[in-house]
């Protein structure tokens, strides 16, 4: 499928999305067609001189390549096979031990019954120790669930408010952008992280974007 986008991306930090489920948002809240234009916004000044900077750099070559980069911490390496860093889930300790030991161990996959709502993962079944029914609680971007039939369930950016399912981890912060770039097909594996170890990384990460952001900014001067 092919698209045209009008326009550069803002300069302002908003998100612009598509949310299809209460047809709201993009083009009349619909799934992208052939054929869309994408108008995007006006471009920063800073955005201009970075334009002009990579245009006049490219000479009589169809590809311009910017004269800079961001570390290997910002952009990491995407695979087919990847790992993605869970803080334990507040009703981890229902699970069976076999099951707990699956979840830390095992290969899942990314189902093809997954969207922006969430991510359904096949490949590792995982059983609670005893028929549980919960009520329902707040649950976040990134709330990994449990349902009864055993393959787990990572919310995404249009998830639900509350759910009733096992809350069996909660993806660090700092790995959601890495999550939501995977696809139906590609596997995962989850590595336990703590609490505290996940709040440095997001904020080590916010302080690498601010340094990037602040070099680009003075290359471009």
């Given amino acids: 499928m092919e698209w045209r986008t009008v326009g550069v991306a803002r300069g302002d930090g908003r998100r612009r999305a598509t949310y299809v489920r209460a047809a709201l948002g993009g083009i009349d809240g619909r799934a992208l067609r052939r054929?869309?234009?994408l108008p995007v916004g006006r471009p920063s000044e800073l955005s201009r001189r970075i334009g002009a900077a990579i245009q006049t750099s490219r000479g009589n070559n169809r590809i311009?390549?910017?004269?800079w980069g961001v570390s290997s911490s910002l952009a990491p390496f995407h695979s087919s096979s990847a790992v993605v860093r869970v803080i334990e889930g507040e009703h981890a300790h229902l699970l069976?031990?076999?099951?707990?030991?699956?979840?830390?161990?095992?290969?899942?996959?990314?189902?093809?019954?997954?969207?922006?709502?969430?991510?359904?993962l096949e490949g590792v079944s995982l059983e609670l120790s005893t028929?549980?029914?919960?009520?329902?609680?707040?649950?976040?971007?990134?709330?990994?669930?449990?349902?009864p039939g055993?393959?787990?369930?990572?919310?995404?950016?249009d998830r639900?408010?509350?759910?009733?399912?096992p809350r069996i981890g909660e993806v660090a912060t700092v790995d959601l952008p890495f999550m939501a770039q995977l696809k139906p097909g590609d596997r995962l594996r989850f590595r336990p992280v703590s609490l505290d170890e996940a709040q440095r990384l997001y904020l080590a990460r916010e302080d690498n974007i601010r340094q990037a952001r602040a070099a680009i900014a003075l290359h471009h001067h």
């Fill in 35 to 37: 054929g869309d234009e």
């Fill in 64 to 67: 311009a390549i910017g004269k």
């Fill in 96 to 120: 069976t031990s076999e099951s707990r030991d699956r979840f830390w161990s095992g290969e899942f996959r990314v189902a093809a019954q997954s969207d922006r709502m969430g991510y359904r």
């Fill in 131 to 147: 028929p549980t029914e919960l009520l329902s609680e707040a649950v976040v971007f990134g709330t990994v669930q449990l349902p």
């Fill in 150 to 157: 055993g393959n787990p369930i990572v919310l995404m950016a």
């Fill in 160 to 165: 639900q408010t509350t759910g009733g399912y």
